[in-house]
């Protein structure tokens, strides 16, 4: 059987670069980045299985199935080895493709993954009850986020939401309350781990908002470890999604990382990381407890 197509949106020229939202989320959520990246790249924006206007998977919602199915959407798109761009879960699923040599690049924005038992616990509990308020107010949403009450309540994503457009910040709500398949993902994601991390050939930057207050920024550290050759950036000051409320940062930050790693001033790796110690294995390392 055919696996039906992904939502995406391709648009603007250039180098092909592929934007892919994290749980709960959807294209729409790089909108603010979008005039400016076009100018530089063609740009394809991929609604993940279940999220966003994408079919339900026929295959299994894992991180790893769901980076086989923006695969099979490449080929589809007659692409073979784009840059990628992930946010969170979508950091997850850009390292799964690197891992299959289908990227010429990765930022990973707050991947998700590596995380300890504890740090498990509080994703699940957190994004559950993000899952909840966002339905609860979804049917509202335009109105509350018009208040700073109601902004502030997505202050766990975008420390900053004053910044954000309310129409932006009710897009987001209402797209997490319709995510018909963030119960089955969410359960696969933290029923796993990245693998594989220590095959990545590409360049790749992780990088991290020092007030994210859904995954840690010393996470970021332990893939930092794993992936050969990557380096580690703070983002200071912000958050967890700093597309919502930090476009501008986020778009300097992409085109100064795919330029360096088109020209070749970004090197992939060659088997020792930037502090030269040997590259990792292929599995993942069981994180630190701290």
Same mark, same amino acid.
């Given at each position: 059987?055919?696996?039906?197509?992904? #939502?995406?949106?391709?648009?603007?020229?250039?180098?092909? @670069?592929?934007?892919?939202?994290? &749980?709960?989320?959807?294209?729409?959520?790089?909108?603010?980045?979008?005039?400016?990246?076009?100018?530089?790249?063609?740009? &394809?924006?991929?609604?993940?299985?279940?999220?966003?206007?994408?079919?339900?998977?026929?295959?299994?919602?894992?991180?790893?199935?769901?980076?086989?199915?923006?695969?099979?959407? @490449?080929?589809?798109?007659?692409?073979?080895?784009?840059?990628?761009?992930? #946010?969170?879960?979508?950091?997850?699923?850009?390292?799964? @493709?690197?891992?299959?040599?289908?990227?010429?690049? +990765?930022?990973? &924005?707050?991947?998700?993954?590596?995380? !300890?038992?504890?740090?498990?616990?509080?994703?699940?509990?957190?994004?559950?009850?993000?899952?909840?308020?966002?339905?609860?107010?979804?049917? $509202?949403?335009?109105?509350?986020?018009?208040?700073?009450?109601?902004?502030?309540?997505? $202050?766990?994503?975008?420390?900053?939401?004053?910044?954000?457009?309310?129409?932006?910040?009710?897009?987001? +709500?209402?797209? !997490?309350?319709?995510?018909? #398949?963030?119960?089955?993902?969410?359960?696969?994601?933290?029923? #796993?781990?990245?693998?594989?991390?220590?095959?990545?050939?590409?360049?790749?930057?992780?990088?991290?908002?020092?007030?994210?207050?859904?995954?840690?920024?010393?996470?970021?550290?332990?893939?930092?470890?794993? &992936?050969?050759?990557?380096? @580690?950036?703070?983002?200071?000051?912000?958050?967890?999604?700093?597309?919502?409320?930090?476009?501008?940062?986020?778009?300097?930050?992409?085109?100064?990382?795919?330029?360096?790693?088109?020209?070749?001033?970004?090197?992939?790796?060659?088997?020792?990381?930037?502090?030269?110690?040997?590259?990792?294995?292929?599995?993942?390392?069981?994180?630190?407890?701290?």
């Amino acid at each position: 059987m055919v696996a039906e197509r992904l #939502n995406t949106r391709r648009s603007g020229s250039g180098e092909p @670069l592929v934007l892919i939202h994290g &749980i709960g989320s959807a294209l729409t959520v790089w909108n603010r980045m979008l005039p400016a990246l076009e100018a530089r790249h063609e740009v &394809i924006g991929v609604d993940l299985p279940g999220f966003g206007e994408s079919p339900m998977p026929d295959d299994g919602c894992s991180p790893a199935s769901l980076a086989e199915a923006v695969a099979r959407e @490449l080929d589809a798109l007659g692409v073979e080895r784009p840059h990628v761009v992930g #946010n969170s879960l979508g950091g997850w699923v850009a390292l799964e @493709l690197a891992a299959r040599e289908r990227a010429a690049s +990765v930022l990973a &924005i707050s991947p998700a993954g590596l995380w !300890s038992e504890r740090e498990k616990w509080w994703v699940d509990s957190s994004l559950k009850s993000t899952r909840r308020a966002t339905k609860a107010v979804a049917p $509202i949403a335009s109105t509350v986020m018009r208040s700073r009450a109601g902004r502030a309540s997505l $202050i766990q994503f975008a420390p900053r939401p004053w910044r954000c457009p309310p129409e932006v910040l009710a897009t987001a +709500v209402t797209t !997490s309350a319709g995510a018909r #398949n963030f119960e089955a993902t969410l359960e696969q994601m933290l029923a #796993n781990q990245p693998t594989d991390l220590g095959s990545i050939a590409c360049p790749v930057l992780i990088a991290w908002g020092t007030r994210d207050y859904l995954l840690f920024p010393r996470q970021g550290r332990r893939f930092e470890r794993l &992936i050969p050759g990557a380096e @580690l950036r703070p983002l200071e000051g912000l958050g967890h999604a700093p597309m919502l409320d930090a476009p501008d940062e986020c778009v300097e930050l992409v085109l100064e990382f795919t330029r360096q790693a088109s020209t070749g001033t970004r090197q992939a790796s060659t088997g020792t990381t930037r502090h030269g110690k040997a590259a990792a294995g292929g599995a993942a390392e069981a994180p630190a407890k701290s």
